[in-house]
């Protein structure tokens, strides 16, 4: 992912619903519990060499 390009979520993560809308500044709205979130993406966590 690049900067500036949008986390798409599956499932809302209060509810479960699937029906998610972009929100403005890259938000989304779930239909279903009328909740706004975002998703921001941290990085990936790669295993560590066991030290000997």
Known sequence: MTTGERAVPYYC???????LR???A????????R???S???????LPQEAHR
């Open 35 to 37: 909740r706004r979130f």
């Open 13 to 19: 993560p209060f509810c479960g619903d699937e029906d």
């Open 39 to 45: 998703v921001k993406f941290h990085g990936l966590s």
């Open 26 to 33: 890259g938000g989304w709205l779930c239909a279903a519990c």
């Open 22 to 24: 972009p929100e403005e």
